[in-house]
């Protein structure tokens, strides 16, 4: 049986503030994306996800059992991933492994043979003996990325993996992903949307602690025709009409300048994209204003 999380009528309150409010939906093996702006609610949704914090109300179902009534059972399932953070510099790789599969009450066994394992998977073996405070970005946030897999857990969630990588790691710690994908369920936050409209199986968009959307990236690309749109002119021209659309994207074309804006409907004089609509334009449709996604 294909393992199952479902996140139902989830809701987390402060007062009379809603972080997250009756949020569905469900997760199966493969990569979902999560997107929305900072304060959307996203850290939120990882958090209760993780069992750090006290939902209002809601349920979080591992293939139909509530993990709060797992306990240390779900969290042994799940990896996490944080935003790439302070790590002993002074460290190998392979000793900070040791090191995370002991506070996870690994045996010993398992954490040498699992950080092998873990290292091959994120192609850190070669560095493994190396100091951390030597390493890139990237190869920093790998070794967070091979941490949050010890124990062989069925849930991964990330948080930024690539925030603040240069576009050669970007895509390592991308494909890595990918490949991980294929026995777990993956659940990645990010900003770069790029980063998932290859990998992701399903996107999650959340706006002020609400779903509004949750679909494959062909069927939000579908649902987004004729509401992304140009406006042609010269830059002066399309400098005012940004001042209208703030949210619109100026391109230089090579003989006149664009204004991409996705809005519906499309205003008056401005030309609807049939062919070149990306997810990104989808993030901005969906992102902004009022109207839900379904």
């Excluded at 390592?172 to 777990?184: H, W």
């Amino acid at each position: 049986m294909q393992n199952k999380l479902e996140i139902k009528n989830l809701t987390m309150k402060y007062g009379d503030f809603y972080a997250l409010q009756d949020v569905s939906f469900t997760l199966e093996p493969g990569v979902t994306g999560l997107l929305g702006a900072n304060g959307a609610g996203k850290s939120t949704l990882m958090k209760l996800m993780t069992d750090h914090m006290k939902r209002t109300s809601g349920e979080i179902l591992w293939n139909g059992q509530d993990i709060l009534t797992m306990g240390s059972k779900w969290r042994e399932l799940v990896g996490y991933t944080p935003q790439l953070q302070g790590i002993y510099d002074d460290f190998s790789p392979k000793r900070f492994l040791y090191y995370m599969g002991a506070l996870k009450g690994m045996k010993r066994k398992d954490i040498k043979e699992q950080t092998e394992q873990v290292l091959e998977a994120v192609n850190l073996s070669h560095v493994s003996h190396k100091k951390i405070g030597q390493f890139s970005g990237g190869m920093r946030q790998r070794v967070l990325l091979a941490s949050s897999l010890l124990g062989k857990p069925q849930v991964l969630i990330l948080d930024e993996p690539t925030a603040g990588l240069d576009p050669e790691e970007r895509i390592r710690i991308r494909n890595d992903i990918a490949e991980l994908a294929r026995d777990c369920i993956v659940l990645l936050a990010t900003h770069v949307v790029s980063d998932i409209a290859c990998v992701a199986k399903n996107v999650l968009l959340i706006r002020g602690g609400k779903r509004i959307a949750f679909d494959t990236p062909q069927g939000m690309l579908a649902n987004a025709e004729g509401k992304i749109g140009e406006f042609t002119g010269t830059y002066e021209e399309i400098a005012e009409l940004q001042k209208q659309y703030p949210n619109g994207e100026i391109a230089q074309r090579r003989d006149s300048f664009v204004l991409r804006i996705a809005e519906y409907p499309l205003p008056e004089g401005c030309i609807p994209v049939r062919d070149s609509v990306t997810l990104e334009d989808v993030c901005h449709l969906y992102l902004k204003g009022d109207r839900a996604y379904d």
